[in-house]
Structures are given as structure tokens and as C-alpha cells.
């Protein structure tokens, strides 16, 4: 499958209009959709690094799927790194969602969502 028929499987299957990944990563909505009717060849890795954004991608997962990089072996489970607590990453890093650096209001906020969504859980473990 080409790249850009990737594209655009990936853009719907988030639920996104070609405008979303537009305002989302300020790569123009004409760019977009000539990426994905083929007119353009494999953006650079720059356009795909905003595109992953738009996307709610990993960005070396969109580099894989332009065939810049090539596909990494599956980790096996005893090798790989230690949960992390979700709380402390929260609290102790810089966050941006959707292009927006969130403040330590915003921070606070998801904390609380977080914690009321998996109080529920623990209430009843059957749920979720």
C-alpha cells in the first residue's frame, strides 16, 4: 500500500477531517490533500514530524509508514522498561495535548479526572 493511501486510512480512522489535521499540526489542508490523492511524493521528515501531531501519531511511527525508518522488532515482555507512574510524569513533566502546553491548572485537572476514572474502576472491577 503507498504512502499516501496510508495517510489518509490513518486520518479516518482517528475520526479526523483533513481541516482538524490541518489546525491540529499547520500543515495546509491543500498539502494534505494532495499527500493524500498521490500528487506529492513522501513529505520531508519535518512535515511529518507536524503531521504526527496532527494525527495523534508517534512521530517515529509516521517515518516508518513513509519507509524513512524500517520497522522495529517486537520487544519481548521481560525486556521491557518498568511501568512509569502516571501521576509523578504528569506532575514532573512539561505536557503539550493538541499544540497546547498545558499549565499546572490543566495538570491538576487531568489528575483529578484520572483519579475519579479509576476510583470508579476500583469500585466495581468489572467495569472498564
Known amino acids: 500500500m503507498e504512502f499516501y493511501q496510508k495517510l489518509r486510512d490513518l486520518r479516518k480512522l482517528r475520526g479526523y477531517t483533513?481541516?482538524?489535521v490541518s489546525d491540529r499540526s499547520g500543515v495546509s489542508p491543500a498539502y494534505i490533500s494532495q499527500l493524500e490523492n498521490g500528487n506529492r511524493g513522501v513529505p520531508s521528515p519535518e512535515?511529518?514530524?507536524k503531521l504526527s501531531e496532527g494525527?495523534?501519531?508517534s512521530y517515529s511511527d509516521l517515518m516508518g509508514i513513509a519507509g524513512y525508518l524500517e520497522k522495529e522488532l517486537s520487544i519481548p515482555k521481560e525486556d521491557q522498561a518498568p511501568p512509569v507512574n502516571l501521576?509523578?510524569?504528569i506532575r514532573e513533566n512539561h505536557i503539550m495535548f493538541d499544540g497546547i502546553?498545558?499549565?499546572e491548572e490543566d495538570k491538576?485537572?487531568?489528575?483529578r479526572v484520572l483519579s475519579a476514572l479509576f476510583w470508579i474502576r476500583?469500585?466495581?472491577p468489572h467495569e472498564g
Not at 108 to 111: D, K, S
Open 55 to 57: 494525527l495523534n501519531i
Open 18 to 20: 483533513i481541516r482538524e
Open 47 to 49: 512535515i511529518l514530524m
Open 101 to 103: 502546553v498545558l499549565t
Open 108 to 111: 491538576e485537572w487531568i489528575e
Open 122 to 124: 476500583k469500585q466495581d
Open 87 to 89: 501521576r509523578r510524569f
